[in-house]
């Protein structure tokens, strides 16, 4: 089985182009450049995601914001230990056959 091919940002940033101008429809790009219609859509979807991020300046980020995702995530990390340890501490609480019945 070959190696999988890696293709380069500009290169995905112009087929997604090329789809979201009309020039071409999906099925023409994909097969004028041998990539799968999956991929091409998977590419249109990130670029869609992350297009507001270009007009965002440096001073633009509001330093609430990013603490609050920082507080997100700290709280689903805990959330996670906590959930563990209450399943390991049930664990112990079982009854174990055999001990202690005589």
């Not at 980020?61 to 209450?86: F, H, M, N, S, Y």
């Amino acid at each position: 089985m070959g190696e999988r091919r890696q293709f380069s940002p500009q290169f995905k940033a112009e087929r997604v182009l090329e789809l979201i101008s009309g020039a071409q429809t999906p099925a023409e790009v994909c097969r004028s450049h041998g990539i799968k219609p999956s991929l091409l859509l998977a590419w249109r979807k990130r670029l869609l995601e992350q297009a507001p991020k270009v007009f965002e300046r440096e001073g633009d980020r509001d330093p609430a914001q990013a603490r609050i995702a920082d507080l997100e995530r700290l709280v689903g990390r805990l959330t996670l230990e906590l959930d563990v340890a209450k399943k390991a501490s049930n664990l112990w609480q079982i009854p174990r056959l055999g001990s202690g019945i005589g």
